[in-house]
Nanobody, 124 residues
Framework: QVELVESGGGSVQTGGSLKLSCAASGYVYSGFCMAWFRQAPGKEREGIASIQPDDTTNYIDSVKGRFTISRDNGKNTLYLQMNSLKPEDTAMYYC??????????????????RGQGTQVTVSS
């Protein structure tokens, strides 16, 4: 059984930075696809970044150049470095994982392992 636990959320002002972590326990190895999702109040959950087993990354346009997804396989931890934060980045952030290559689309339903989320609030 794989368990994912996010941390690092908090409140920052516009232009600030946060680094989220997702600690994985259980049978998680470098051959897993891992991803970050977020859900703002009243909005659908959206995938924002993924990282393939070979460390190839993918981002949605709204976070490109500001967010960086990375992983430390030795620590079984996924990260999301978020810079130049905007109020529209306010959301609950979730990590997700699954065996093998990442799906073509950042679709929450396609990931078998999911965390409980950490809140990020950006004030203007």
């Amino acid at each position: 059984q794989v368990e994912l636990v996010e941390s690092g959320g908090g409140s920052v002002q516009t232009g600030g930075s946060l680094k989220l972590s997702c600690a994985a326990s259980g049978y998680v190895y470098s051959g897993f696809c891992m991803a970050w999702f977020r859900q703002a109040p009243g909005k659908e959950r959206e995938g924002i970044a993924s990282i393939q087993p070979d460390d190839t990354t993918n981002y949605i346009d709204s976070v490109k150049g500001r967010f960086t997804i990375s992983r430390d396989n030795g620590k079984n931890t996924l990260y999301l470095q978020m810079n130049s934060l905007k109020p529209e980045d306010t959301a609950m952030y979730y990590c997700a994982a699954d065996r093998g290559s990442c799906p073509r689309s950042l679709n929450w339903a396609l990931y078998n392992y999911r965390g409980q989320g950490t809140q990020v609030t950006v004030s203007s």
